[in-house]
Every structure is written in structure tokens, then in C-alpha cells.
């Protein structure tokens, strides 16, 4: 069983109640649901992921301006939940926003994420924040939220400024483009394998997070990448290309074909960017250029007169 989905029927089947019954005060101001770290909350789970922080749980968001009291009150009824559900088993709750289940506080939900405990970002502010935090602050799943605060944040999140994904997007075209069809090259012609691996690498890392910035999606945490760009219907023929770069040897013929496969990448990328009337250029696709002209389309000077990789890693 899917952890969301475990989630889901644990929270209706003693959480609602629970609530319901002890702290009816409180229904209308918590919100309820299954989101945050782990593999469960993007839907990514399997029986692997069951080896650690997989049980039957759920989270209770509560606004700041509950005492103290009443939290602790809250966190003590939810750990006194049945400890096994469906064949699983539960593990100890930490304090209030200790855990990735029980009682959490909705300031520290996004602080931790964000760095504003609203979830409130100005452009600057977003793009220094770290793309699997955001997705950790919007994925998963809000069982109930009767204030609407909590889902109000997250979906405003979802978001991304355009100045910040245009500026993610040229800092990854203009990575990209120094690391497959310069790097990887010159790094062959010398010999230095180790060198053209490397380079490799870094350019599927950097026309990969393309890719999500072009879809308007956050790319996830390294491990998971692969797997959420399955999920792009766009980009997800791509991903069979990425995985031969990284995962083929570096030798005169193979380099070849890699070169070729770069190539290819680089073409699909230049015409996703320009069927999006974000930036054209004439002549050959040439990333280096499709970047600054990417960077020249950002409307706030603010954002635009940045260095280029001021926005990525």
C-alpha cells in the first residue's frame, strides 16, 4: 500500500474522530494531511521505502496562536492513536514539530523550507531557496483544511515567479552548454575519461533542472529525479538519453555517439525554449547564447541584472 494512501485512511479512521471528539474547538483552524520529507509524500514509495520513517501517521498543521496547552494536549491525544494499522506499525512520536507525523506547527512546516514562516517569498528570497525544500513544501496530500491558510500557502508556492524560472533556466542552458558540448568534448580529445564522465554528468544535472523549469515544476531531491521526470510527459523521452550519458564508458567510439545524443538534447531543449516564446536565436542551436537570451526576457532589472548562475548551483 502507497504511504499517502495509508495516510489517508489512518487520519479518517481514528484522526477525524479523534479531532472530532477532543478537540471540536479546533476543527474549524487545523489543517490535516500527509506532506513534508520522505519518499511517501511525492508518491514515490515502495517496499523498500518501508525499511524507515514509513508508518501509519498523518500530520496536524496548527496556526501559531494555539497555547502551548493545547498543543501538547493535541500531540499526547495523537500519540495515543492505536500503534498498529493494516499490517503496520507505528514509531515513536517526537515533540511538537519534531516528526514528520503528529502535531506541527504551520510557521515551522514552512520555516523550515522556506525560511519564511508564511510560506511568503519575495523573487530574491525564492530563488536562494533550494528547489526539493519547495518540494517538500508543496507536495503530498491536505486531507482537511476548514481555514484554508495552510493550503493557501502551499498553493501559492506551486508557483514560481517568472523572473526565478527564467533565471534558473538561463544559469542551467548556460551550465549545460560549458559542460556537454564544450566540456565533454575537449575532455575526450584528451584522453581524460575521468574528465569526460564528470562532465557528462553535469550536463544531464543541468539540462535535466531545464527541463523542470520549463515544465514549472520543482525538481526533487537528486535521488528522485529521475522518477519525477517520468512524470513530465514533455520531457520524459529524455529521460532514456540522460541515462546513457551517465551510465556508458567515455571511449573514442562510445564518445562519439554521446556527442551525438548531446546534440540531440541540446536541439529538444532549444525547441521547447523557443515554442514557448521565451527566447530565439538564429542559426544552430547554441545553448550559451539560448541562455542570455533566456536572462535578456526577465522583466524585473532587479532579477535580469544578476550575475547569470546567480540562481543555480
Known sequence: ????????????????????????????????????????????????????????????????????KTLFALERAYASLPASFLGFERRRVAPVGGSRHGVILISDFFGRRTGSPTGTLTPREWIRVPEPYLCEATNGEVFRDDAGTFTAARESLSHMPESVMLKKLAGNLLLAAQAGPYNYRRSVARGDEAAAQLSAIEFVRHATAACFNLAGRYMPYYKWTFRALSDIPEFSPLGDAFLYLITTDNDKKTAAVKSEVTDDIVRALSDAVRERSIADIKGAPDLERLAYACNDRIADPDIRNLNILYAVD
Open 1 to 68: 500500500m502507497k504511504g499517502l494512501e495509508l495516510s489517508r485512511r489512518y487520519y479518517l479512521e481514528y484522526g477525524a474522530p479523534m479531532i472530532r471528539e477532543r478537540f471540536p474547538e479546533l476543527e474549524g483552524v487545523l489543517a490535516v494531511g500527509k506532506c513534508g520529507a520522505g519518499s511517501e509524500c511525492f508518491g514515490y514509495d515502495d517496499e523498500i521505502s518501508t525499511d524507515h520513517d514509513f508508518e501509519p501517521g498523518f500530520c496536524i498543521f496548527a496556526p501559531d496562536d494555539i497555547d502551548r
